[in-house]
């Protein structure tokens, strides 16, 4: 089966949670959100001095690094922070991410569907284990985790817009241009252009 592009396999993760809890946010996060991640680096490095454990910086300085491309130290602060927090799914899924970028899929498999099962989950944890499922040649299981993700998340349009391309390599034409409707309805880049191409 063909590999969906290569678009599709950059699972988009907004933010953090921890993000969106904070009224007050420290310098490295503000880093962050302008782009500027080696300072955002350097800055959680010397936070981590006074408090190695601390999960939320660890896993934000992962972000950093994951977004200029040093993967294998991304890595390495997801899983201390995972040392610290087991049951932390966003930490799961910054794993996922990661696994899927490197086309681990087996890994990626693994923490996604991890971070499925904790309660409070994310619709993001089941479509990482739908594109996962995918890239194993999966189709069957993978639409499965696509549509759990939007039985958790109605207005999810990358779930839709991926279910979508995934009918489309199984020649669900009819079906896919129905996933395509609902993803162009939410907005989801790419959701129109597919519907010109397959549906009109």
Known sequence: MKL??????MPVLVGSLWACTEVKK??????????????AVQTYTEDLKF?????????????????MGNLEEAKSDFEAALDNDPKNFQVLLGLATLQLESKNYGSALLYATKAEEIPGAPAMAS??????LHQMGMPEDALK?????????KNFGQAYFN???LKVAL???KKACEDFTL???LDYPGAEEMLNKYCR
């Open 127 to 132: 479509l990482l284990k739908g594109r996962a």
């Open 4 to 9: 969906l592009s290569k678009a599709l396999l």
């Open 145 to 153: 985790a696509y549509g759990n993700a939007i039985q958790i998340d």
């Open 163 to 165: 279910r979508g391309m």
């Open 51 to 67: 408090k190695p454990t601390d999960v939320k910086m660890l896993y934000s300085r992962g972000r950093a690094f994951q977004e």
């Open 183 to 185: 993803a162009a309805t």
């Open 171 to 173: 020649e669900r034409n």
């Open 26 to 39: 420290n310098p490295a996060d503000r880093h962050f959100e302008k782009g500027e991640f080696e300072l």
